[in-house]
């Protein structure tokens, strides 16, 4: 089992994992005024002193926007130095800004807070969500002759039966049938002696918090807090580091018996001397020292990669539904994540480097890194290769989750000396 020390700091790297983006969120967005779509709309129709402003470039603005909002680029607000530099027709007002995903309209709104205090707002989640309550009728306005699609989500789009019948599927068979499983075996694999199985187990312990913050989500708050969405993001990751930790550790214990200095490791034949009989180099850690610099370039990969704006709403059997990815919940996925799992991972290969004492702790950060940035990449990839239709997006998701349920239930079954309530085969 892995010592105190490292017990009291991986539960310490959760912690602050989790915590850190929501400081982030509530020292840079947190301070601002957040209204959402319904509520804007609202004011708008009830009152003439307030105004819809896209905040968007003006050949954006041009190729289409939402209708009645009046265009005034976050550039020029960026440059504004007093309150007489604000449009004359926008003074005394309440100002709700609007963008594509509902990041520069909070920034703009913070800028012009400072000259127009408690009269500056912004919209949540951007034209991203202000679609979300249309039907079939666009709720844009296109003066321009430019093709609405390069910059605006087309707001509905017909499903075939089969993506409808997937989306059921997947929400009313799939996702209980998982969660249930992976429930199954918390209990059945009890009380763990050894840190791979206990690993294991905390894996799904942590899957299965992930999703019944998604499941509350769209039960208890109709798919719109952002708050119990991340922790369902969160969740997920936590058990991608879970899984990872006991690949590791299962391997190098059972099986190579690397960190052991009481067992040949299984690799000696083939390294042909072992730093454990002679003064030689380590052929494991030698590729150790190549993996990590190469997992910490990965990390790049969504670093660099757009976010994606697509939003729109479809019918599923009758109900109208929204299919889109927040671009704030994009900035966890693709910039913290593989951010954060940078840092640890040159965390882990600093631990490598000092020595055979110090190689639980590379385990565990190079474990902590890989389950941020396999969250991320499997969100980026599924985003990218669905970004047109985010109905499959969502579909295999739930699919995914549940092959890495079932895959750990193989596992346990397969070798079921791990797990003590599973049946012993007959000898």
Same mark, same amino acid.
């Given at each position: ?5 490292l017990?009291?700091?991986?539960i310490?790297l959760?912690v ?11 020292a840079? $967005? ?6 959402m779509?319904s509520?804007a709309?609202?004011?708008l ?10 905040v ?8 289409g926007?939402?209708e %009645?909002?009046?265009n005034w680029?976050?550039?020029?607000i960026?440059?504004?130095?007093s309150?007489?530099a604000?449009p ?6 309440k100002?709700l800004?609007i963008c594509?995903?509902?990041?520069t #309209?909070?920034m703009a ?7 127009l205090p %408690?009269?500056s ?6 034209i991203?969500?202000?679609i979300v ?9 296109y003066?321009?002759?430019q093709s ?8 509905f789009?017909p ?5 409808q019948?997937?989306?059921?599927f #997947?929400?009313?068979t799939?996702k209980p049938l998982?969660m249930l499983?992976s ?5 059945a694999?009890?009380?763990?002696k050894?840190?791979?199985?206990a ?5 799904? $312990? ?5 999703e019944?913050f ?5 039960v208890?708050?109709? %798919?719109?807090?952002?708050?119990v ?6 969740g997920?990751?936590v058990?991608?580091a879970?899984a990872c930790y006991?690949?590791l550790? %299962? ?8 960190s ?5 490791c299984a690799l000696?034949?083939?390294c042909?001397?072992? $730093?454990k ?6 052929g494991?850690?030698r590729i ?7 997992v910490f370039?990965?990390c790049?990969?969504?670093?660099v990669a757009?976010?994606?704006?697509e939003?729109?709403?479809t019918r599923?059997?009758g109900?109208?539904?929204?299919n889109?990815?927040?671009?704030i919940?994009q900035m966890?996925e693709?910039r913290y994540?593989?951010?954060f799992?940078?840092?640890?991972y040159?965390a882990?290969?600093?631990a490598l480097?000092g020595?055979?004492?110090?190689l639980p702790w590379a385990k565990v950060l190079?474990?902590?890194g890989?389950?941020l940035?396999?969250?991320?990449l ?9 970004r047109?239709d985010?109905s ?8 995914s989750?549940m092959i ?5 239930w ?10 003590p309530a599973?049946?012993r085969?007959?000898?």
């Amino acid at each position: 089992m892995i010592s105190k020390n490292l017990k009291v700091f991986s539960i310490a790297l959760i912690v602050l994992g989790g915590l850190l983006p929501l400081i982030v969120y509530k020292a840079f $967005i947190g301070r601002v005024a957040i209204v959402m779509p319904s509520e804007a709309r609202s004011i708008l129709s009830n009152t003439t002193e307030a105004a819809l402003v896209d905040v968007r470039s003006p050949s954006e603005y041009a190729a289409g926007h939402p209708e %009645g909002a009046r265009n005034w680029s976050y550039k020029e607000i960026e440059a504004l130095k007093s309150a007489d530099a604000i449009p004359a027709d926008l003074r005394g007002r309440k100002l709700l800004f609007i963008c594509r995903g509902g990041i520069t #309209s909070i920034m703009a709104a913070k800028i012009v807070g400072v000259y127009l205090p %408690g009269r500056s707002y912004s919209v949540r989640g951007g034209i991203q969500e202000w679609i979300v309550p249309a039907n079939a009728i666009c709720p844009f306005e296109y003066p321009g002759s430019q093709s609405p699609l390069t910059v605006v989500p087309e707001p509905f789009r017909p499903s075939t039966p089969l993506v409808q019948w997937a989306v059921v599927f #997947s929400a009313f068979t799939i996702k209980p049938l998982y969660m249930l499983l992976s429930l199954f075996l918390i209990v059945a694999l009890g009380k763990p002696k050894t840190s791979d199985v206990a690993s294991l187990q905390w894996a799904m $312990i942590a899957f299965l918090a992930g999703e019944s913050f998604c499941a509350l989500n769209y039960v208890i708050y109709g %798919g719109e807090s952002r708050l119990v969405d991340y922790l369902h993001s969160y969740g997920m990751a936590v058990a991608f580091a879970f899984a990872c930790y006991a690949i590791l550790d %299962g391997l190098d214990g059972r099986v190579v018996h690397f960190s052991d200095p009481q067992k040949r490791c299984a690799l000696h034949e083939v390294c042909g001397a072992c $730093i454990k009989d002679t003064d030689t180099y380590c052929g494991i850690r030698r590729i150790g020292y190549f993996l990590i610099p190469v997992v910490f370039l990965l990390c790049f990969i969504p670093l660099v990669a757009d976010f994606t704006h697509e939003s729109f709403n479809t019918r599923v059997f009758g109900r109208i539904v929204n299919n889109t990815q927040p671009v704030i919940l994009q900035m966890f996925e693709i910039r913290y994540a593989p951010a954060f799992a940078a840092a640890l991972y040159a965390a882990a290969f600093a631990a490598l480097w000092g020595g055979s004492r110090l190689l639980p702790w590379a385990k565990v950060l190079f474990s902590a890194g890989s389950g941020l940035l396999g969250f991320g990449l499997f969100r980026l990839i599924l985003v990218a290769v669905y970004r047109e239709d985010l109905s499959w997006y969502v579909n295999w998701e739930e699919f995914s989750e549940m092959i890495f349920v079932c895959g750990t239930w193989l596992i346990l079954w397969q070798f079921r000396a791990l797990c003590p309530a599973f049946p012993r085969p007959k000898t």
